[in-house]
């Protein structure tokens, strides 16, 4: 028996109140797990959501602050729930009562390449229009990860 991947994200939203991508439990869409988003989110706080895609889902973390602009800052990443692959083109705004209420506008999209992928670790290279580098994430506990670019800026 396969276990929902998408359950958590469908639990939190009403697909009648929210512009939000809602799709329904079955089998999960195959692309290459090679695509990137980030998206820029005005929310109670801003932050950028991280998402990766990975199994037919997007793998998402909350920035706070933003990716680490240099090798000399990490930036605390805070996983949340996997989003479905087509939220990688979702902007909009998700009305006021609705979870994560705000603007998202979409920051930076591209590709990827997955150097390492584990439950302590993730090592992967952007290819995107703003970002492209060598990043990792590095599980501290629970939802808390740390991110860091591996490379300069170009």
């Not at 995107?128 to 060598?134: A, D, E, H, Q, T």
Request: glycine residues 8%; charged residues 30%; negative net charge.
């Amino acid at each position: 028996m396969s276990t929902d991947r998408l359950s958590a994200y469908r639990e939190k939203r009403d697909r009648g109140r929210t512009p939000e991508p809602v799709s329904e439990q079955g089998p999960l869409p195959r692309g290459h797990d090679d695509t990137f988003v980030i998206q820029e989110h005005h929310a109670r706080r801003l932050h950028w959501d991280f998402r990766l895609e990975r199994d037919g889902v997007l793998v998402s973390w909350a920035l706070p602050k933003g990716l680490p602009p240099d090798p000399n800052t990490n930036r605390l990443a805070i996983q949340t729930e996997d989003h479905p692959l087509e939220y990688a083109s979702f902007e909009g705004e998700i009305p006021p009562g609705q979870y994560g209420a705000g603007t998202v506008k979409i920051w930076d999209r591209g590709t990827y390449e997955t150097q390492k992928w584990t439950d302590e670790e993730i090592k992967v290279v952007l290819h995107g229009s703003r970002v492209s580098g060598r990043y990792v994430l590095i599980h501290m506990r629970d939802n808390q990860w740390l991110m860091h670019r591996m490379d300069p800026p170009d």
